[in-house]
């Protein structure tokens, strides 16, 4: 008993050996038709009908059942071909009768990866547990598959192979396919009878089908046969392939290629070039839905060779019932696309294994089987099929078809199975072409596509664009460029000519009138910076009005820009970075001047006020001045060359056909803002330590500080860059707009400091008293305003110099500055102005103090009595006091002020006497009136 069952339990055990190397890689098994031991149909299948079965009869397969694998769409559309084959025959039919006895049909799928090893070990694993196998989906795994059936005595058919190696070499080898030498050959007939007298052929190296001979053999000449072409060519192989046969320009391109197809018409396109006809002659999965899909809409007009379709005569199917036109309804139905000529014969396969096992009567007499596969005829949904002494399908020829406008595949030839009128396209449209009708909106805007691809269109309309761009559109509006206005341009450039003549006859005015005390308190020097400053100031404006076009060339057809560079762009460029360059030197000219000027009386005045002789010369201030203009220069220099302003003109509006109809231009860069901040933030630093300076001097006298003009003038800069930086930030759009706030901001700037600074002087020079006069008056009532002090002087023998001042009689005496060694220590503050000879005049000429009785009873050897520092403390003068001098008095002390005229050039040391923390105390000679 043991001895009888041990050759079942050696096989049992070698086929659960196999299965485990198979399975070595995580295989899906996927069943179909499966019975359970009641005979009924499992109810997970949803084929419950109410057949009752004496056995089944088993097909197992591998297939490509992962969504990653290269074949997946072939190999999971011809699986679902065969799943609703085996659904039908069990459902519909309850199976088949075999020998009197009735069987379910089994279908057992297994994960082959599209890879041979893993299809070898699967094929091992089942071949022993099937009654019959279903081979892959292509020649290279039908050459793994069949061998291996053969030596397990097991038939195997397969409905994806054409190659004759495939099946010489095994003798339960079966194919559903016709031969691939005679694959093309309907194709061949048709093209030479369309008139082609040219050809080439594109292939993978061990495709039988596309032979070198066949062409001359159909009376084409070749031009281009790719020799040792290697299998599953990369798309570089094939765009080299594409440009050498462009070269050649063949009328006709037969292609046998396995590999993805899109990448030959890829190829073809990059090169511009198109055949009048693309023939598939073998591989690529032509006429299947896959390769609809990876070909997309330049599928349209491609020829290939099948060997089914559905227009052809309607033979009934011997097992399933299906005729050709009931087979693709049902196939679309289930599978949601139209089924190729490969997923029609998968079914057929099953078919003609279960008509032979039923005229065979038998399942296990495998050649009484093989005999009626190699001698009988089958009807089968896929047409009256017989085998060669190879195995392979005796159709006559295979069938030639070619894709219409919609991507429907219509019938050729053989002529009398041609589909309804359908005729060939032959040549074919361009790719151009074919973009234009499919892609663009060409038809849309009434006009027709031509067959370069550009648009036919109406009298009124103009073709625009090629292929999928082109379109009938009406003339273009021109695009609006947004350039500032022509007016506005000239306004700016007025406001800079008028800037540039008063800030000559400024430059002029001060030199001609530079000897007055007027302007010798003003500083020349600081007078002719800020004239300068004001003007540089202006030429902002000038490189705020240039405008460029775009950066590079633009396409005048689609106004779109090209790899050209505009040579012209240079000059934007260069405007772009130039106004901040001369906006920032302007402005630090005019307030190094004004700056430095306010902060070097203050270092006089408070010298004065620390009783300490100090000389300010111009030179001790000019630090300022190259600080601030070194501070500004390395900003922009930073700027310059880290993100450089350059001119850059963006799209605003384009119509429906991508052309611009609205663009603007401005000057950018990355970190633009960064250092605009920053430039801004260094010049309202300045603005704000001058106001801090100008609060500090507002008691000063005023013709040595004018803190009040420049107060104005640094107040006025201070607000309109306040409000400027947001309103332009505001109006950054419109250029217009923005131009006009830029011009009027420089301009405003430039003009206020100009008339602050040199208004208040020229009025005072050309509108007031004579010289003299004026500057007795403004040294009284400005120079010290709120001053006063009380002046004691003793009579000693160092009187080699004296005092500046009146006594109680009215008369002027004076004291030579070298006399101050002999004075009181800490008794006199001593203030020199050796840059300012005005100064000099004006304290000497002009300055009246009180002072104590002088009379000899009265005078003392102590120091004056020090008195409050404070400015606010000390009384005015009152001008009235001097004009009811004495005629004498005034006489005398016009001599003292000629002489000290005459030496204004030369320094002038001054003794004032401190004042006290109370007012002088008036003597009974000088209580009816001041003294000056």
């Known amino acids: 008993m043991i001895m009888t069952k041990l050759p079942m339990l050696l096989s049992n055990l070698l086929?659960?050996?196999?299965?485990?190397?198979?399975?070595?890689?995580?295989?899906?098994?996927?069943?179909?038709?499966?019975?359970?031991?009641?005979?009924?149909?499992?109810?997970?299948?949803?084929?419950?009908?109410?057949?009752?079965?004496?056995?089944?009869?088993i097909l197992r397969h591998p297939s490509s059942l992962n969504e990653s694998d290269r074949f997946y769409n072939l190999g999971n559309a011809m699986l679902k071909a065969a799943t609703i084959t085996v659904d039908r025959i069990n459902k519909d039919n309850c199976g088949v009768v075999v020998g009197g006895r009735r069987y379910a049909i089994e279908l057992h799928s297994y994960s082959d990866d599209s890879d041979g090893d893993k299809t070898a070990a699967v094929t091992r694993a089942i071949v022993n547990q099937s009654n019959f196998l279903l081979a892959g989906y292509s020649t290279t795994l039908?050459?793994?598959?069949?061998?291996?059936?053969?030596?397990?005595?097991?038939?195997?058919?397969?409905a994806g192979s054409s190659g004759a190696s495939a099946h010489a070499a095994s003798r339960h080898a079966f194919g559903m396919l016709p031969p691939s030498t005679t694959y093309t050959k309907n194709g061949w007939l048709a093209l030479k009878a369309k008139g082609a007298k040219t050809a080439a052929i594109v292939k993978d190296d061990n495709l039988v089908a596309c032979g070198e001979d066949e062409a001359a053999f159909h009376g084409l000449e070749l031009v281009y046969y790719q020799e040792n072409a290697p299998v599953n060519q990369t798309y570089e192989v094939l765009e080299e392939a594409a440009y050498q046969v462009s070269l050649l320009d063949p009328e006709v391109v037969f292609v046998c290629l396995r590999g993805d197809p899109a990448d030959w018409v890829k190829a073809m396109r990059k090169h511009d070039w198109t055949p009048k006809a693309v023939i598939w002659g073998g591989g690529g999965r032509f006429g299947s839905d896959d390769f609809v899909e990876r070909v997309g809409s330049d599928a349209q007009y491609i020829m290939g060779m099948a060997s089914w379709d559905k227009s052809l005569p309607p033979i009934k199917d011997a097992i399933t019932g299906w005729v050709p036109e009931e087979f693709f309804d049902f196939f679309q139905s289930a599978a949601g696309i139209p089924p190729a000529y490969q997923y029609v014969a998968q079914s057929a396969a099953i078919s003609i294994l279960l008509q032979a096992a039923v005229k065979a009567g038998s399942l296990d007499d495998t050649d009484a089987i093989l005999e009626i596969l190699q001698t009988e005829s089958f009807s089968t949904v896929y047409g009256e099929v017989s085998f060669d002494e190879n195995g392979q399908n005796e159709a006559s020829y295979p069938l030639l078809l070619q894709y219409d406008m919609n991507r429907t595949l219509q019938l050729l030839h053989p002529e009398e199975l041609r589909s309804g009128n359908f005729e060939m396209v032959y040549p074919m449209p361009t790719w151009k072409n074919r973009d234009c009708t499919i892609l663009s909106n060409c038809t849309e805007t009434g006009g027709g596509c031509g067959v370069d691809g550009q648009c036919t269109c109406p009298e009124e309309s103009i073709s625009k664009g090629i292929g999928e761009t082109a379109h009938c559109r009406l003339p273009p509006l021109e695009e609006d460029m947004t350039y500032i206005s022509d007016g506005l341009i000239h306004l700016g450039w007025a406001l800079v000519v008028i800037q540039g003549l008063v800030s000559l006859f400024l430059f002029a005015w001060t030199c001609r009138y530079r000897e007055t005390n007027i302007v010798k308190a003003s500083q020349p020097l600081f007078l002719h910076m800020v004239s300068f400053g004001c003007c540089v100031l202006s030429w902002t404006i000038i490189p705020a009005s240039v405008q460029?076009?775009?950066?590079?060339?633009?396409?005048?057809?689609?106004?779109?820009?090209?790899?050209?560079?505009?040579d012209q762009i240079s000059n934007a460029d260069f405007a772009c970075m130039a106004a901040p360059w001369l906006f920032g030197y302007g402005f630090s000219i005019v307030f190094s001047a004004l700056f430095a000027k306010i902060y070097r009386v203050r270092m006089i005045v408070a010298s004065a006020v620390s009783f300490r002789r100090t000389r300010v010369h111009v030179k001790d201030v000019m630090y300022i001045m190259v600080g601030i203009l070194g501070g500004e220069s390395i900003i922009l220099l930073l700027w310059s060359l880290i993100s450089p302003l350059t001119w850059e003109r963006e799209v605003i509006l384009g119509d429906e056909y991508g052309l611009t109809l609205i663009s603007s231009g401005r000057c950018v860069s990355d970190y633009s803002l960064v250092f605009l901040l920053i430039f801004l933030g260094f010049n309202l630093f300045i603005l704000f330590y001058a106001l801090v300076l100008c609060y500090l001097t507002r008691t000063y006298p005023s013709e040595f500080a004018e803190s009040r003009w420049i107060t104005a003038c640094v107040i006025s800069y201070m607000q309109i860059l306040l409000l400027a930086v947001p309103i332009l930030a505001i109006v950054e759009g419109n250029n217009n707009v923005a131009f006009f706030g830029r011009a009027a901001i420089v301009f405003l700037m430039s003009m206020s400091a100009s008339l602050l600074v040199f208004g208040p002087k020229m009025y005072a020079l050309h509108y007031t008293r004579s010289e003299q006069d004026e500057a007795d008056l403004v040294t009284r009532s400005k120079i010290f305003d709120r001053m006063s002090a009380a002046v004691s002087q003793k009579n000693s023998d160092r009187n080699d110099a004296t005092v500046s001042g009146l006594n109680q009689n009215g008369n002027r005496h004076s004291r030579d500055s070298s006399s101050s060694a002999g004075m009181p220590k800490n008794s006199w503050?001593?203030?020199?102005?050796?840059?300012?000879?005005?100064?000099?005049?004006?304290?000497?000429?002009?300055?009246?103090?009180?002072?104590?009785?002088?009379?000899?009873?009265?005078?003392?050897?102590?120091?004056?009595?020090?008195?409050?520092?404070?400015i606010s403390q000390i009384e005015p003068i009152e001008e009235g006091r001097n004009e009811q001098a004495p005629s004498s008095k005034r006489s005398q002390s016009e001599k003292v002020d000629s002489s000290t005229r005459s030496n204004s050039a030369n320094s002038v040391d001054v003794w004032v006497e401190a004042a006290s923390d109370s007012k002088p105390q008036r003597d009974s000679a000088s209580s009816g009136a001041d003294a000056t």
């Open 548 to 566: 460029g076009d775009y950066r590079y060339l633009q396409d005048p057809e689609t106004r779109q820009e090209t790899d050209l560079l505009n």
């Open 15 to 57: 086929w659960f050996a196999n299965v485990i190397s198979a399975f070595q890689v995580d295989t899906v098994v996927v069943s179909r038709g499966v019975v359970e031991p009641f005979g009924f149909f499992a109810a997970e299948e949803n084929l419950t009908a109410n057949c009752v079965y004496d056995d089944k009869i």
């Open 829 to 870: 503050a001593m203030v020199g102005y050796e840059d300012s000879e005005f100064i000099s005049k004006s304290i000497t000429g002009s300055a009246f103090f009180k002072s104590s009785n002088d009379s000899t009873s009265d005078q003392s050897t102590e120091p004056p009595t020090k008195r409050s520092a404070s």
């Open 142 to 158: 039908a050459n793994i598959q069949n061998p291996i059936a053969d030596t397990s005595n097991r038939i195997s058919i397969t």
